[in-house]
T-cell receptor, first 115, second 116 residues
Framework: AQSVTQPDIHITVSEGASLELRCNYS??????LFWYVQSPGQGLQLLLK??????LVQGIKGFEAEFKRSQSSFNLRKPSVHWSDAAEYFC?????????????FGGGTRVLVKP | DTEVTQTPKHLVMGMTNKKSLKCEQH?????MYWYKQKAKKPPELMFV???????INESVPSRFSPECPNSSLLNLHLHALQPEDSALYLC???????????????FGPGTRLTVL
């Protein structure tokens, strides 16, 4: 069965500082990995996704993620955080069609940005 | 039009009420999803529709009844809910259940449901 772990429940970062969110996955085959962001009371917006190819993936809003198969990780990074980046971030792994392309999410990491 | 809309934004209902949540997309997507998200938790899949037919039911109680009347519309009918069913209900869509799930799911803003 697929699973995703986000070890950090909360992260506080100063505006302008760098940010790294950790994600570890368990999946029996080639993983389909996603990072979504959710602002309070809102739906989820896709930041970036990975299936194959270059292991460093660029996304929207200046985010990037690096896939490391040997560590079963897909960590999200941003070089310089803006106050508007305060939100909940979810890493997810996607399933095959027989499982409805179901997304299994990690527990989420809440990012707080200090001025 | 690249968005998924959901109505109502907020819903308060009693345990004996019958209500419905509505989700709509006009992106030509043929796979649609209902997720339930409790406070401070990740979304959990409830149902998957593919080409207007129910494809996946994640053992959801029968007090939740999904319906997909056409390719653009997805409903969730609610009856005899419990207070623990209070949550954010998210709808999502994607082009289809392709051989790879690489195409992302597009999420709506959700309906905040409170059961009294």
């Amino acid at each position: 069965a697929q699973s995703v772990t986000q070890p950090d429940i909360h992260i506080t970062v100063s505006e302008g500082a760098s940010l790294e969110l950790r994600c570890n996955y368990s999946y029996g085959a080639t993983p389909y990995l996603f990072w979504y962001v959710q602002s309070p009371g809102q739906g989820l917006q896709l930041l970036l996704k990975y299936f194959s190819g270059d292991t460093l993936v660029q996304g929207i809003k200046g985010f990037e993620a690096e896939f490391k198969r040997s560590q079963s990780s897909f960590n999200l990074r941003k070089p310089s955080v803006h106050w508007s980046d305060a939100a909940e971030y979810f890493c997810a792994v996607g399933a095959r069609p027989a499982a409805g392309n179901k997304l299994t999410f990690g527990g989420g990491t809440r990012v707080l940005v200090k001025p | 039009d690249t968005e998924v809309t959901q109505t109502p934004k907020h819903l308060v209902m009693g345990m004996t009420n019958k209500k419905s949540l509505k989700c709509e997309q006009h992106m030509g997507h043929r796979a649609m999803y209902w997720y339930k998200q409790k406070a401070k938790k990740p979304p959990e899949l409830m149902f998957v529709y593919s080409y207007e037919k129910l494809s996946i039911n994640e053992s959801v109680p029968s007090r939740f009844s999904p319906e997909c009347p056409n390719s653009s519309l997805l409903n969730l009918h609610l009856h005899a809910l419990q207070p623990e069913d209070s949550a954010l209900y998210l709808c999502a869509s994607k082009p289809s259940l392709a051989r790879t799930p690489y195409n992302e799911q597009f999420f709506g803003p959700g309906t905040r449901l409170t059961v009294l």
